[in-house]
C-alpha cells in the first residue's frame, strides 16, 4: 500500500525550460540597458548559446561575443534571483486538485537551494505538498541520488520506503537512490525536457514509464 507520493520538481511538475528561458530574459534585460544592447538580439543569442553548448559557460559566452567585460558573478545571481512566470504542468495541477488533503504529497528536488526554493513558491506548491525537500539545504553531496534525502522524506511521513511513490524524469538519478530503500518508482516521459530521450540499464530506470500524470490517477486509486 503506497501512503506518502513524492514528486521530483523540475520537468516533472512543471517544464524547466520555462525557468531557464524566464530567467534568461532577466539577464538580457540587465545587459541591454547596462550596455545600450537590442535585448531581442542578446535573447536570440543566449537561447542559441544554451542549444549548441548546454549550461556550464553561457554567460561567458554571450559576454565574449559581446565583448562585454561583465562580472559573470553578477548575471548568475540575476539569473538566480529573477521570478519569470511559471505554471505547473496542467496535468500535475489537476491531479493536485483532484487528490489535494485526501492523500500526502512531498517533492525532493536537486539544485541551487535559493533557486529551487524561488521555483516552489513561483508554482505555489506548499498549498498542495505537505513535505518539501531541497536537497542542496544538506550540501552537495546530498543531491541525489543519495539515499539520504528519500529516507529522511519516508521519516517526515512516518512511513516505510515501501509505501512511498517517487516519481520522476531523470533516469540519471531520480530512481537510483529511491530504489535502494525500496521505494516505489515511475518515470514521467513528457514531450519536451532534457531527459526524454535517455534510456539507462534497467537498474537505473523506474519501475514504469507513464507520459501524464493522468494515468498516476490508475495507480493511485489502486494501491492507495
Ligand atoms: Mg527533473
Same mark, same amino acid.
Given at each position: 500500500?503506497?501512503?506518502?507520493?513524492?514528486?521530483?520538481?523540475?520537468?516533472?511538475?512543471?517544464?524547466?525550460?520555462?525557468?531557464?528561458?524566464?530567467?534568461?530574459?532577466?539577464?538580457?534585460?540587465?545587459?541591454?540597458?547596462?550596455?545600450?544592447?537590442?535585448?531581442?538580439?542578446?535573447?536570440?543569442?543566449?537561447?542559441?548559446?544554451? &542549444? !549548441?553548448?548546454?549550461?556550464?559557460?553561457?554567460?561567458?559566452?554571450?559576454? &565574449?561575443?559581446?565583448?562585454?567585460?561583465?562580472?559573470?558573478?553578477?548575471?548568475?545571481?540575476?539569473?538566480?534571483?529573477?521570478?519569470?512566470?511559471?505554471?505547473?504542468?496542467?496535468?500535475?495541477?489537476?491531479?493536485?486538485?483532484?487528490? %489535494?488533503?485526501?492523500?500526502?504529497?512531498?517533492?525532493?528536488?536537486?539544485? !541551487?537551494?535559493?533557486?529551487?526554493?524561488? &521555483?516552489?513558491?513561483?508554482?505555489?506548491?506548499?498549498? +498542495?505538498?505537505?513535505?518539501?525537500?531541497?536537497?542542496?539545504?544538506?550540501? &552537495? !553531496?546530498?543531491?541525489?541520488?543519495?539515499?539520504?534525502?528519500?529516507?529522511?522524506?519516508?521519516? +517526515?511521513?512516518?512511513?516505510?520506503?515501501?509505501?512511498?511513490?517517487?516519481?520522476?524524469?531523470?533516469?540519471?538519478?531520480?530512481?537510483?537512490?529511491?530504489?535502494?530503500?525500496?521505494?516505489?518508482?515511475?518515470?514521467?516521459?513528457?514531450?519536451?525536457?532534457?531527459?526524454?530521450?535517455?534510456?539507462?540499464? %534497467?537498474?537505473?530506470?523506474?519501475?514504469?514509464?507513464?507520459?501524464?500524470?493522468?494515468?498516476?490517477?490508475?495507480?493511485?486509486?489502486?494501491?492507495?
Amino acid at each position: 500500500m503506497v501512503k506518502a507520493v513524492i514528486f521530483d520538481l523540475d520537468d516533472t511538475l512543471y517544464r524547466e525550460k520555462d525557468f531557464v528561458e524566464g530567467a534568461f530574459k532577466y539577464v538580457c534585460k540587465y545587459l541591454s540597458m547596462q550596455y545600450e544592447l537590442n535585448f531581442g538580439k542578446l535573447y536570440e543569442d543566449i537561447n542559441d548559446i544554451l &542549444k !549548441k553548448h548546454g549550461r556550464g559557460s553561457i554567460f561567458n559566452i554571450l559576454c &565574449k561575443k559581446y565583448n562585454i567585460a561583465e562580472d559573470i558573478s553578477t548575471l548568475v545571481n540575476i539569473y538566480r534571483n529573477s521570478l519569470p512566470q511559471i505554471d505547473l504542468y496542467e496535468d500535475a495541477a489537476n491531479f493536485f486538485k483532484k487528490y %489535494s488533503g485526501k492523500y500526502s504529497f512531498g517533492i525532493i528536488t536537486d539544485g !541551487k537551494a535559493s533557486v529551487q526554493w524561488n &521555483k516552489i513558491g513561483l508554482l505555489n506548491l506548499k498549498k +498542495y505538498v505537505d513535505g518539501i525537500i531541497v536537497t542542496d539545504d544538506y550540501g &552537495k !553531496k546530498y543531491w541525489k541520488p543519495n539515499s539520504f534525502v528519500y529516507l529522511k522524506m519516508a521519516q +517526515y511521513f512516518e512511513c516505510r520506503p515501501e509505501e512511498c511513490l517517487y516519481i520522476g524524469d531523470n533516469p540519471n538519478k531520480d530512481f537510483i537512490g529511491a530504489r535502494a530503500i525500496g521505494m516505489n518508482t515511475i518515470r514521467i516521459i513528457r514531450k519536451s525536457g532534457d531527459h526524454m530521450n535517455t534510456f539507462l540499464d %534497467s537498474s537505473k530506470e523506474a519501475d514504469f514509464n507513464i507520459n501524464s500524470m493522468d494515468k498516476l490517477q490508475n495507480i493511485i486509486e489502486n494501491r492507495m
